[in-house]
């Protein structure tokens, strides 16, 4: 009689080595492409998508959020139709995707502790993100 553990399904049985199940070898990832790299506990880094001029990348509000370090309902009130702080498009009626050089141009902008209390620096900022939507800077 065959012992509890050498069964299967249907009377299969499994061949059992003295020293125990074969262990798999250690696989290590290369990378995908020659511009990515491996960073430290297995993160990959993209290399800058800024390098194809022309072409803008669309993020999520929480990836938005993120690279901005501000709260999860703040970046709403920053898309807002009234008084826009970054470029938003809606491709389904509750999607949103933000335009990553309007967050790269507001993070720049509110570096400056004077651009909230100054309407100059914000008129100059709403001329950059008109030129961000039409797709020209």
């Known amino acids: 009689m065959k012992s509890r553990h050498q069964m299967f399904k249907h009377g299969a049985t499994r061949q059992m080595s003295p020293a125990g199940p074969a262990r798999p070898a250690i696989l290590t990832k290369k990378p995908a492409a020659p511009g ?73 902008a509110t570096k400056n502790p004077d651009f909230w209390q100054s309407p100059s620096l914000q008129q100059q900022f709403g001329a950059k993100l008109k030129l961000i939507a039409e797709n020209k800077a």
């Not at 001029?53 to 709260?71: E, F, M, Y």
């Open 36 to 108: 990515i790299k491996q960073q430290p506990p297995g993160a990959w880094r993209v290399p800058a998508l800024e390098a194809c001029s022309g072409v803008d990348v669309w993020v999520t509000p929480s990836q938005a959020r993120k690279i901005l370090g501000i709260a999860p309902s703040a970046i709403y009130r920053l898309v807002e139709p009234d008084r826009p702080f970054l470029v938003a498009k809606r491709p389904l009626p509750r999607k949103i995707l933000i335009s990553l050089r309007s967050v790269k141009a507001f993070s720049e």
